[in-house]
């Protein structure tokens, strides 16, 4: 694939030479068998958001997903959130990302882990994803927005892949009331390459694709306790531990965190979980709206999860 100014700028920021070997000696320093690596031993570094596979589980609990459903993970990264949703619910998963090194080392990690089967990898971009009209019953989204300008054309690209009746999962990084932010941020290490709207302005825009809204939380309280814990965890360690996003970001891994508490703390990003129907109809879901609103800080048990049609296989 060609790769364009976009493309080379998002590889030079998330690209590492080495990535795969690089984890596999993480993996032996804190004692794992590389031989027959377990999805739990991957988690420190191949769920790249905030609070790790804790809330990719929340997510999928409150997207109503199930086993056998084919999702597309747009921006899925090394593939931590598809490995999951494939082991942990049963679904079929296509990854696509723009970064190419993380396709070729999570196909790897993939294979490693024995979900081969059902986690597939495709290096491209979500503004034009090679894929047909309607193959996906869900869509899912994790932190990988904020690198996006062009969200109108990312969410007409996410509805013409979705199913009449599919569903969009979405955990992302919005702007926050109190712009611009403190860079290098994990996603960017300058304003060039990130683009964050506020989330009222995201919320309208998809209520204008003619998405229909099924639950939107602000767990941005929950983002900030967890970056205080990590950045309080790295100021007491002597060294970093053998496997963690610091593989993934280098050495402005720190600043990067602190960088969050302080976006977090004076309002200038916001953490949402939001979920989404394509209707069958325009102007009906096949599934009731259950809106949360901001002041709820994170979502409860599956036992208060959303109700109705989640997309069936
Ligand atoms: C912060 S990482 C998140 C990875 C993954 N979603 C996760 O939670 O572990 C952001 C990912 O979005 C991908 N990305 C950014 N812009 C993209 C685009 N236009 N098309 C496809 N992938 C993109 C990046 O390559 C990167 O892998």
Known sequence: ?????????????????????????????????????????LAPIDHFHIRGKEATLELARLAGLRRGIKVLDVGGGLGGPARTLAGEIGCQVTVLDLTEEYCRVGEDLTRRTGLGDRVVFCHGSALEMPFPDQTFDAVWTEHSSMNIEQKERLY????????????????????????????????????????????????????????????????????????????????????PPPLGL???????????????????????IAVIMGVWDRPSHPSTSSVPSRVRRPADPRPRPSSDGPAGSPPSS
């Open 246 to 268: 610091h593989l993934l970001l280098g050495e402005d891994f720190a600043p990067m965190f602190r960088n969050q508490v302080r976006n977090l703390e004076e309002g200038r």
């Open 156 to 239: 007409d690209e996410i509805r013409r892949v979705l199913r009449a009746g599919g569903r969009l999962a979405m955990y992302e990084i919005m702007g926050g009331p109190n712009a611009p932010i403190h860079f290098p941020v994990p996603w960017a290490r300058d304003a060039a390459s990130s683009f964050l709207r506020p989330p009222q302005a995201i919320r309208a825009l998809l209520s204008g694709k003619h998405f229909e809204e099924v639950a939107w939380v602000d767990v941005s309280t929950p983002a900030l306790e967890w970056f205080r814990k990590r950045v309080a965890a790295a100021r007491a360690a002597v060294a």
């Open 1 to 41: 694939m060609e790769q364009s100014g976009y493309a080379q700028s998002l590889s030079r920021h998330y690209g590492r030479k080495g990535l795969g070997l690089a984890i596999v000696e993480g993996l032996r320093a804190a004692g794992k068998d590389r031989s027959a690596i377990q999805r739990d031993d």
